[in-house]
């Protein structure tokens, strides 16, 4: 597709066990963001990748967060050992420069029981 | 601190009406500016980008900035019902990788 993709759109799980969400970006797109957003509340930003490196991690909110992304393209962000509080809509969003136009995925919605 | 700040709103205008958003940001490095829509339970929606000093107009939507006073408008033209969201303004500083998000401003058109 043109768009972000983003999977999965919705997920279930219990707390204290870990998630992985996939974050495929728009073709030719070398900056890749993600985001975290909790109901009703503004955009928290959570990680940078230009390329396959992260120059900035510091918004991920704990060491139980972690990103990577493999080949320039695809991301996965990974949270282990979930608890309540990581519950929130997680967006991933691409650009073709750092100060370009940035476009967003449909997100992936992390309920935790 | 780098901010971009909005007014939270409600913002309700009639049907038909034109309705006004606007941003202010701090950082006078400031090189492009962005809104974005978003629908309840929806992500973010590019609608428009500027990045020079003036007006730009896509179809109901025009953009202003204004770098001197450092704020950026958006105004909507004809409001529909559909309009009604939340619109986010952001801010990029050159240089740099960072989009600095506002809060965003509701948006009620009424019928």
């Known amino acids: 597709g043109a768009g972000v993709s983003q999977s999965p759109s919705n997920k279930v799980t219990e707390k204290g066990k870990d998630v992985e969400l996939r974050c495929d970006p728009i073709?030719?797109?070398?900056?890749l963001y993600w985001y975290r957003q909790s109901l009703g509340q503004g955009l928290e930003f959570l990680i940078y990748?230009?390329?396959?490196?992260?120059?900035?991690k510091s918004g991920l909110p704990s060491d139980r967060f972690s990103a990577e992304r493999t080949g320039g393209s695809v991301s996965t962000l990974t949270i282990q050992r979930t608890q309540q509080e990581d519950s929130a809509v997680y967006l991933c969003a691409s650009s073709r420069t750092t100060t370009g136009e940035l476009f967003f995925g449909e997100g992936s919605r992390l309920t935790v029981l | 601190q780098k901010e971009v700040e909005q007014n939270s709103g409600p913002l309700s205008v009639p049907e038909g009406a034109i309705a006004s958003l606007n941003c202010t940001y701090s950082?006078?490095?400031?090189?492009?500016f962005f809104w974005y829509r978003q629908y309840s339970g929806k992500s973010p929606e590019l609608i428009m980008s500027?990045?020079?000093?003036g007006d730009k107009e896509d179809g109901r939507f025009t953009a202003q900035l204004n770098k001197a006073s450092q704020y950026v408008s958006l105004l909507i033209r004809d409001s529909q019902p559909s309009d009604s969201a939340t619109y986010l303004c952001a801010v990029t500083t050159s240089g740099t990788y960072k989009y600095i998000f506002g809060t965003g401003t509701r948006l009620k058109v009424l019928a």
């Open positions: 990748f230009q390329g396959n490196s992260a120059p900035d």
């Open positions: 500027i990045y020079s000093n």
């Open positions: 950082d006078r490095g400031s090189q492009s």
């Open positions: 073709s030719g797109h070398t900056a």
